[in-house]
């Protein structure tokens, strides 16, 4: 798979760009992209009970960061074993642990682009938001899929790129209202999905969404997919 690191994507037309995708929305932070028969998993992480197999039937993993919610080191090893064919994209931090096989991951950072069955991918941001001044910060990246889908990881980074559907963390150690309000505003995208929602409550899911909206702070209103849902992007 071509991977351009530090380059501008080649000026090319990919037959299949215009292919409908579809996001399904899973347990915490993974989601699933299918254009036609080729499917790609975004985090999927030990709080994502069906992890396994969704990456069972993918054409490639992304990982934006190391921490087990977003990714599974055990069940992503077996597939790696188990699947030549599967590619597995992420940090240096994440994907170096399996230096071995360099057919099947791919060390990724800002700035690169790279080509996976019929998805095209951009990659931003550098690190995980602070926890606390006391925990380091881990290489984070975003991945912005067909100039469509924007999945930010763990951070509120700002890619240089327009943004049509942009995947929202609403609760988690790092997660801070305010800052995610200005997120959005910043990335301006059409359409907002909750991702990253374990730790909040239904009622708590709620809330943030009415904070999220036109009636509030937000020009773009809080879509809450519950798991399995899909929707077209």
């Not at 991918?121 to 606390?132: C, K, M």
């Not at 009622?203 to 077209?232: H, K, Y």
Request: aromatic share 6%; proline share 7%.
């Amino acid at each position: 798979m071509p991977l351009y690191l530090g380059m501008a994507e080649p000026d090319r037309h990919n037959p299949l760009e215009d292919t409908l995708m579809e996001m399904t929305k899973y347990a915490h932070a993974c989601v699933t992209l299918q254009k036609g028969d080729d499917r790609i998993v975004l985090d999927p992480g030990a709080l994502t009970p069906d992890a396994e197999a969704l990456v069972a039937g993918a054409a490639a993993v992304l990982i934006t960061h190391e921490h087990f919610d977003h990714f599974d080191e055990g069940m992503i090893a077996s597939a790696i074993e188990a699947r030549p064919e599967l590619q597995v994209y992420g940090p240096a931090a994440v994907v170096d642990r399996w230096d071995g096989n360099p057919g099947q991951v791919t060390a990724v950072a800002s700035g690169d682009h790279f080509e996976v069955a019929v998805f095209e991918v951009a990659v931003f941001g550098d690190l995980h938001a602070v926890i606390h001044r006391d925990i380091p910060q881990v290489a984070n990246v975003g991945y912005l899929v067909d100039g469509s889908l924007y999945h930010p990881g763990d951070a509120y980074h700002v890619p240089a790129a327009r943004v049509t559907t942009l995947l929202l963390p609403t609760s988690g150690p790092w997660t801070k209202l305010a800052e995610a309000v200005d997120f959005v505003r910043a990335v301006a995208p059409e359409q907002v999905i909750q991702i990253h929602e374990l730790l909040l409550s239904e009622l708590g899911q709620q809330a943030v969404a009415r904070f999220i909206s036109p009636d509030m702070l937000s020009t773009v209103p809080l879509t809450i997919l519950r798991v399995g849902e899909s929707v077209t992007v």
